[in-house]
């Protein structure tokens, strides 16, 4: 059955969801939302998910990025998608889910990788140094600066694998030279985290600025040379989102940076036009592969993340 209040739909939900109701589209005072978000390790997905981090060595699923063992079945290299379960998509789902880092600097979780996650890229890297890939770095730096790890080494990672373009490339090392929607928004997210943390430096936010201009000239989905929809990805909203890229995902980026442009018109549009009549928006897309708990809803299902993000995107930008 759909909703019909669409705010009390959302607030009948997570904590890890419901303090952002409250903060974002609400404008509770920050004792109510701070008082739900400190729920976050005790009940609900944030609970569960500490639940399955290894208290030895501070891993999820015995492995870094995938699961442990996971390369030593061939047959998994012929999966439709890899594993969501390892500790670095487990450590950014709870940074982003806004829960506090305590209960993990408690468990002395940044130490304790540093001395047991080994990149199955190349297990000689230690593991908050990163390794080749833009939007595995771009959650390390940030997982890392949440849990006061040593990460000092990434943000000059990042200013060396630049394109020309002024955005980045996960495929960089297979030799391509053209920045990627997906790897430059990743890459934005967690210098915003870094900026937020540290103050930034004046070479990172001319960085910064080069690559949020890069989708900006791009309208935040089109193609520069046509004008055309970069991808059907562009438009497809899903969450989780792991590392893919949207309009929404996109906006949301600019949004807590507070920075309005008219170039994101189109992008403000097709998400408006994503809205059903019921007022939610819906699971687009999934991306397949194991879990440990399901956090959202079904495709073609109104999803109780979606239509948080949708809406307060949209407050932001005047059309709420």
């Not at 701070?34 to 009940?43: C, G, N, S, V």
């Not at 908050?128 to 730096?141: F, H, K, P, Q």
């Not at 792991?242 to 920075?259: K, T």
Request: overall charge negative.
């Amino acid at each position: 059955m759909a909703p019909t209040d669409v705010v009390s739909w959302l607030l009948d939900t997570d904590p890890s969801l419901r303090w952002q109701v409250e903060r974002d589209l609400l404008d509770q005072p920050p004792e109510v939302w701070e008082a739900t978000r400190a729920r976050i390790p005790h009940e609900g997905f944030g609970a569960r998910l500490l639940d399955h981090q290894d208290p030895e060595t501070g891993l999820w699923a015995g492995g870094a990025f995938f699961p442990a063992g996971f390369f030593d079945d061939p047959e998994n290299l012929e999966l439709p998608g890899q594993p969501w379960t390892a500790t670095t998509w487990s450590l950014t789902t709870l940074r982003e889910w806004g829960m506090d880092p305590a209960p993990l600097i408690e468990r002395d979780t940044a130490a304790k990788l540093a001395e047991h996650a080994h990149w199955e890229h190349d297990p000689s890297l230690p593991y908050w140094g990163g390794e080749v890939d833009c939007c595995i770095n771009a959650m390390t730096l940030a997982n890392g600066l949440w849990l006061d790890a040593d990460v000092s080494a990434l943000p000059r990672w990042f200013l060396a694998h630049r394109m020309d373009e002024g955005g980045w490339n996960c495929e960089w090392e297979d030799g391509s030279t053209r920045a990627s929607f997906h790897s430059t928004l990743n890459v934005l997210r967690a210098l915003h985290v870094h900026e937020q943390a540290t103050g930034g430096s004046p070479v990172l936010r001319a960085a910064r600025g080069e690559a949020e201009e890069y989708l900006l000239q791009r309208r935040l989905m089109r193609r520069e040379s046509t004008g055309e929809i970069v991808g059907p990805w562009v438009e497809h909203f899903l969450y989780p989102p792991r590392h893919i890229y949207s309009a929404l995902r996109a906006l949301d980026h600019f949004r807590e940076r507070d920075l309005r442009d008219p170039r994101m018109a189109d992008a403000a549009r097709s998400v408006l036009d994503a809205q059903q009549e019921d007022g939610t928006w819906l699971q687009q897309h999934r991306l397949p592969g194991a879990v440990w708990f399901e956090v959202d809803v079904p495709v073609g299902e109104p999803s109780p993340w979606l239509t948080l993000q949708a809406l307060r995107v949209l407050r932001w930008w005047g059309e709420g």
